[in-house]
């Protein structure tokens, strides 16, 4: 019969130092982490305003408090109950203000994005509709609405130029410019040749 072998399970770790330094600060952002969250939950259930502040082995501050660390705070060192909510109620209206800010600018940012990244794609179409054909045989039908506009300016260019090129070939056509007249006698610079008398009257 085959022994069976035995599981040591989850143990306990004894809480003592570590001696390793290098697991000190893995084993401190995992417990901070976790020591947080907790009291992110015992907030947002119970409706509890908590401060935590930890320095970590190398001596670096973090913090956690809901509404604000220096709400918090405040309320702890100031004794006067309603001198303390007056000076929580603008903290905590202040910090409400700059989330919605911040976010309405996030947003924004993301609604410009959007709006690039969908006209670069528009735009690729095009050229790929237009690759190893005229522009003008690029399928229409599959062309959307900022494309449409796009060729329609074209097409309006394109219209305009032809008008100012048949014009000027109609005005080429009539009105030609004047001929040169040319005199043959004047013109003409050779040599004259004066022949004798007795060969101006008939032939050889």
Same mark, same amino acid.
């Given at each position: 019969?085959?022994?069976?072998?035995?599981?040591?399970?989850?143990? +306990?770790?004894?809480?003592?130092?570590?001696?390793?330094?290098?697991?000190? @600060?893995? &084993? !401190? %952002?995992?417990?901070?982490?976790?020591?947080?969250?907790?009291? %992110?939950?015992?907030? &947002?259930?119970?409706?509890?305003?908590?401060?935590?502040?930890? !320095?970590?082995?190398?001596?670096?501050? !973090? %913090?956690?408090?809901?509404?604000?660390?220096?709400?918090?705070?405040?309320?702890?060192?100031?004794?006067?109950?309603?001198?303390?909510?007056?000076? #929580? @109620?603008?903290? #905590?209206?202040?910090?409400?203000?700059?989330?919605?800010?911040?976010? /309405?600018?996030? &947003?924004?940012?993301?609604? @410009?994005?959007?709006?690039?990244? *969908?006209?670069?794609?528009?735009?690729? #179409?095009?050229? +790929?509709?237009?690759?190893?054909?005229?522009?003008? @045989?690029?399928?229409?039908?599959?062309?959307?609405?900022?494309? /449409?506009?796009?060729?329609?300016?074209?097409?309006?260019?394109?219209?305009?130029?032809?008008? /100012?090129?048949?014009? *000027?070939?109609?005005?080429?056509?009539?009105?030609?410019?004047?001929?040169?007249?040319?005199?043959?006698?004047?013109?003409?610079?050779?040599?004259?040749?004066?022949?004798?008398?007795?060969?101006?009257?008939? !032939?050889?």
């Amino acid at each position: 019969m085959a022994t069976e072998r035995k599981r040591k399970g989850r143990q +306990k770790v004894d809480m003592v130092r570590m001696e390793k330094d290098a697991n000190l @600060q893995v &084993t !401190f %952002s995992k417990r901070r982490s976790g020591l947080f969250k907790k009291a %992110s939950e015992l907030c &947002t259930l119970c409706g509890a305003q908590a401060a935590i502040i930890v !320095f970590s082995p190398g001596k670096k501050a !973090f %913090s956690f408090g809901h509404p604000s660390v220096d709400a918090v705070i405040n309320r702890f060192l100031v004794p006067n109950p309603s001198s303390n909510a007056n000076i #929580e @109620q603008p903290v #905590e209206a202040q910090h409400d203000a700059n989330f919605r800010e911040l976010n /309405l600018r996030l &947003t924004l940012l993301n609604n @410009q994005l959007e709006a690039e990244k *969908k006209r670069g794609e528009e735009l690729n #179409e095009i050229r +790929k509709a237009g690759q190893g054909q005229f522009w003008w @045989q690029a399928p229409v039908e599959e062309l959307g609405l900022q494309q /449409l506009e796009e060729l329609k300016r074209a097409l309006e260019e394109l219209k305009g130029n032809v008008i /100012l090129h048949n014009n *000027k070939l109609l005005m080429e056509i009539t009105n030609p410019p004047p001929l040169m007249r040319i005199n043959p006698m004047e013109d003409f610079n050779g040599p004259i040749f004066n022949y004798p008398n007795d060969l101006g009257h008939g !032939f050889f």
